[in-house]
């Protein structure tokens, strides 16, 4: 039997964010907040606030009446180990440490909910092993930093088929790092994308790790398109998603096919239709 619409929106529990590192690059980046709001979106999340001030970032924020979901650790120098983060660079420690706290500034300052610690690349003189032990060091310092304020944690892990030397590359790592430290201040940011590309099963592998699943992103395999673009069954996901009762945000991290307006179209047909059509 075909569900209405109507029905299905209903059964959707989890919103849907903007990430405007990946949309609306149609825009320059302070015209993404008013895009994003026009086309339907509540919440935004991004990964590098830093190049602006936390009271420019508010303004846009609040003219556009988006709520800041997610941002992620300063990333280091470009093509160095920690790159894309260092909390999981051995001899970076001190980097990790001074990134982290402006961190948890901007997202005080933005009331942002989620802080992505990014791991970073193994240096060549490094083992993985000696990676995973830093990160793990690295995350009970932070987690002791973030006791006091309202905001979770998240570990992502990076396939290997785009970063080969990523210091966490397999999710079940970084819930076996959730685990050890027991905390709701840490949990996991379930990329589906990377997921798929480190293995597949992706809906066993969120029924598997749901206790710890903080957050979620979405783009399609293997060309990180929107959703319905690729090999993943984004309905069936979407439905997972439902039953294991995950009802907080989700992070639209995709390359647009055509224009971000177009590449909207999928909300509808998986219950994320909003109110009203978006205009450019």
């Not at 894309?84 to 420690?93: I, K, Y």
């Not at 003189?125 to 309202?150: F, P």
Request: charged share 20%.
């Amino acid at each position: 039997m075909n569900v209405p619409r109507q029905m299905v929106m209903e059964m959707r529990k989890a919103k849907l964010a903007a990430n405007l590192k990946w949309l609306f690059k149609e825009h320059e980046f302070e015209s993404r907040f008013e895009a994003a709001a026009r086309a339907g979106f509540q919440g935004v999340e991004y990964p590098n606030p830093y190049p602006f001030a936390p009271t420019q970032l508010r303004g846009w924020l609040d003219r556009a009446g988006l709520t800041q979901v997610l941002i992620n650790t300063p990333g280091g120098p470009s093509g160095s180990p920690s790159e894309f983060g260092s909390a999981g660079v051995p001899g970076c420690e001190q980097e990790f440490r001074n990134g982290f706290l402006s961190a948890l500034e901007y997202a005080d300052r933005l009331d942002a909910g989620v802080i992505h610690v990014m791991a970073g690349n193994v240096p060549p003189e490094a083992t993985r092993r000696q990676a995973a032990a830093t990160l793990v060091a690295n995350m009970s310092w932070a987690l002791e930093q973030a006791r006091d304020m309202d905001v979770v944690l998240v570990l992502e892990a990076i396939n290997r088929c785009t970063m080969p030397r990523q210091s966490l590359d397999e999710i079940e790592h970084a819930a076996e790092i959730a685990a050890v430290f027991n905390t709701p201040k840490l949990g996991v940011l379930f990329d589906v994308f990377h997921v798929q590309r480190s293995g597949g099963n992706v809906l066993e592998r969120l029924q598997n790790l749901a206790p710890w699943i903080a957050h979620v992103q979405v783009a399609d395999s293997p060309l990180r398109h929107e959703p319905g673009t690729g090999e993943i069954a984004y309905s069936a996901v979407f439905d997972q998603l439902d039953k294991i009762g995950y009802d907080d945000w989700i992070g639209c991290e995709y390359e647009p096919s055509s224009s971000t307006l177009e590449s909207l179209w999928w909300r509808g047909p998986l219950g994320y239709e909003p109110a009203g059509l978006p205009t450019a």
